[in-house]
Structure formats: structure tokens, C-alpha cells
């Protein structure tokens, strides 16, 4: 940590103010134009660029945040799966002689899958729905908390297209989960658990 002056001296700034470019926000209501006018105004020999909150184009175009979305696609749907598969064989470990009942009262293989697959995927839906009603009520509370003590404006937005990718995300990796907790419905031995 430097004082000004001392910095200043080191990079050859303390004749002249190298700044080239500042960086200024405006109300709502301020035209641009005019914005820019009392910029060119104060700072005669800087570049004035102007912009707005929606100029995000370049990152939409880039390959590498293309390719960073891409990855943390696949790794949420992973993890998702491997969540929804490890906790519906728990629930089937502990529901096997059910399971077994099922069978030994007529309900044929298929059946018990089509029971299995209808309850883990409605569970998995159900955690989406949770997980985004979650999400909007902590984005409200984050921007409630932000603008109550520093933030001029709300800091998180919801974007509509949220709700729908984060339930698509849950039930693609329902379905990929599906397999594990079918095979282990399908291997019950229903004799041997009903003798237990």
C-alpha cells in the first residue's frame, strides 16, 4: 500500500494524469448522449465508450463461456443422477420386502419397475419444483438484504428461462439415474425376502 504521490512518482504520473478512461454511471432517466457530452466535457483527452447493463453479446459468443456452460451442464446433471440413484436404492434397500409383497399379490416385473421409475421420477420433479421455488425466494431475500444496506438496485435477477432449464436438468438426470434402482427392483428375490 502506497500513498497516492508516491505511486504517482513511481509510474511517471505525477506531471500529468495518464488516466485515459473513467468509468461513470448514470441515472435512468440520463440520455446517453448527454452522458457522454459531459464526459467529453470534463475529460477532454479520454475515450469515451458507452454501454448499457444488456451489452453481454461478446460473453454469448465467446467459445470458452460456451464451453464453461457446457461443463457445469454436465457436471450438475452428473451429480443429480448420482444423488437421485444413490437415494432411491436406499429406499429401495429398505422397501424390498414391500417390494416382495407387491410380486407375491400378482403385480408382474414390469409393473414394479413402472411403480419405481413413476415414483422416482415424480420425487426428482418435486425436488426441482422445491429447489426453484428455493431459489426464488433466496434471490428475494439476497436482493431485499443488498438493497436494505448497500446496493443501490436488486443484485440477482431471475431470468424466466431458469425455471424451466432447472426442471429439464432434474429429470434428465432422473432418467439417467432410473437405471440402478430398476436393476436392483428387478434382482429382489421375493422369496427370500418375504421369509425374513
Excluded: K, W
Aim: glycine share 6%; hydrophobic share 50%; proline share 4%.
Amino acid at each position: 500500500m502506497l500513498h497516492l504521490s508516491e505511486l504517482q512518482s513511481i509510474t511517471g504520473a505525477d506531471d500529468d494524469d495518464l488516466a485515459d478512461q473513467v468509468l461513470v454511471e448514470t441515472e435512468s432517466g440520463t440520455s446517453t448522449a448527454a452522458a457522454e457530452s459531459a464526459a467529453a466535457d470534463t475529460y477532454p483527452t479520454a475515450t469515451i465508450q458507452s454501454g448499457s447493463e444488456s451489452d453481454f453479446g461478446s460473453i454469448r459468443s465467446d467459445d470458452f463461456a460456451l464451453a464453461t456452460s457446457l461443463v457445469a451442464l454436465v457436471v450438475a446433471i452428473l451429480i443429480c443422477s448420482l444423488f437421485v440413484a444413490t437415494s432411491s436404492a436406499l429406499t429401495i434397500d429398505r422397501d424390498r420386502r414391500t417390494i416382495a409383497v407387491l410380486a407375491a399379490v400378482g403385480f408382474s416385473v414390469r409393473s414394479r419397475l413402472a411403480i419405481v421409475a413413476i415414483t422416482t421420477l415424480s420425487l426428482t420433479l418435486a425436488g426441482a419444483v422445491a429447489g426453484v421455488v428455493l431459489g426464488i425466494v433466496g434471490i428475494s431475500i439476497t436482493n431485499h438484504v443488498a438493497t436494505a444496506t448497500m446496493a443501490p438496485r436488486p443484485i440477482a435477477t431471475l431470468r424466466p428461462a431458469f425455471v424451466p432449464y432447472a426442471i429439464g436438468v432434474a429429470l434428465l438426470a432422473g432418467v439417467l439415474a432410473l437405471p440402478y434402482p430398476l436393476y436392483l427392483v428387478a434382482r429382489t428375490n421375493v422369496v427370500a425376502e418375504l421369509g425374513r
